[in-house]
């Protein structure tokens, strides 16, 4: 797994760091010399803690035991032995071999936890949004407040392309992402966007509030985390109806 090798590789710079700290310097003063000075030493430990910190705040770990984590640190500081004989794991509070079914376990309980508050949260901000902007809804739950119908060229179709500039932001009002003049087939986008594209013409202007099932789901992408309420503000430029090339209609 990928997180786990990342703790191991943070892990291992900032007890090499530890454990070199505690180590004599041996050689003559000119050996000597060639090391890393203090002030290089104290910054690479310093960088290593930040980089450890960022795997930690970064992978959905939440509020962390620090003193535990401090234990953990020293007691591999100073285990004894070779780590592949069996007895070097009895010098452990628990059996670090265990170590990848732990954090998983609990990663995947941490993931629940965020999908089920964010699937409550966003189902109270849709029904707040929609009766204070005086909004409609489709029956697949997607919110949503249309400032410009635009023309009677629509899209149709799931293969319908279309030209938009948007800006997404999420429930909180952060904006996540925006874009200008990008062009895409309904068909290769978010659920919510294939659907609510077709509520306006060419020209116009739309407000989309998405649940989390019309959007990225349980599996968002980790900036935006399990089962997000999204809000697009959309501006539809251009509808290219889809064509068929000439084998498609034989």
């Keep these: 797994m990928k997180l786990i090798k990342m703790i191991a590789i943070a892990s291992a ?6 454990c070199n700290s505690n180590t004599k310097v041996e050689g003559s003063k000119a ?4 090391l890393p000075s203090k002030g290089e030493v104290d910054s690479t430990s310093y960088l290593l803690g930040v980089n450890f910190g960022m795997v930690i705040s970064q992978n959905g770990f939440g509020q962390l035991n620090m003193d535990q984590l401090r234990k953990g640190m020293n007691d591999a ?3 004894k032995g ?5 007895a070097f ?3 452990f509070k628990i059996d670090p071999t265990t170590m990848n079914a732990v954090i998983n376990s609990f990663l995947q309980k941490r993931t629940a936890y965020e999908g089920a508050l964010n699937k409550e949260k966003g189902d109270a ?5 929609m009766v204070k902007n005086s909004a409609d809804s489709t029956a697949t739950g997607i919110v949503y407040l249309i400032q410009d119908s ?13 030209k938009v500039n948007y800006v997404g932001h999420r429930i909180d009002g952060t904006e996540f992402e925006h874009n200008e003049g990008i062009s895409f087939p309904l068909n290769r986008v978010i659920p919510g966007w294939t659907e609510g594209l077709k509520l306006i013409g060419e020209g116009g202007k739309i407000t989309l509030v998405l649940p989390a099932e019309m959007a990225y789901g349980e599996r968002g992408p ?11 503000d959309v501006d539809l430029l251009e509808v290219h109806p889809f064509v068929a090339k000439p084998e498609e209609t034989k």
């Design 13 to 18: 710079a900032v007890l090499m760091v530890a």
């Design 31 to 34: 050996i000597r010399n060639l």
């Design 89 to 91: 794991t009895k010098q």
């Design 222 to 232: 980790q900036a935006l985390g399990p089962n997000a309420t999204l809000i697009f």
């Design 125 to 129: 901000y849709r029904k707040d949004w």
């Design 150 to 162: 635009g023309s009677a060229v629509r899209a149709t179709s799931d293969r319908d392309t279309v």
């Design 77 to 79: 500081i100073n285990a």
């Design 82 to 86: 070779n780590v592949q004989d069996s």
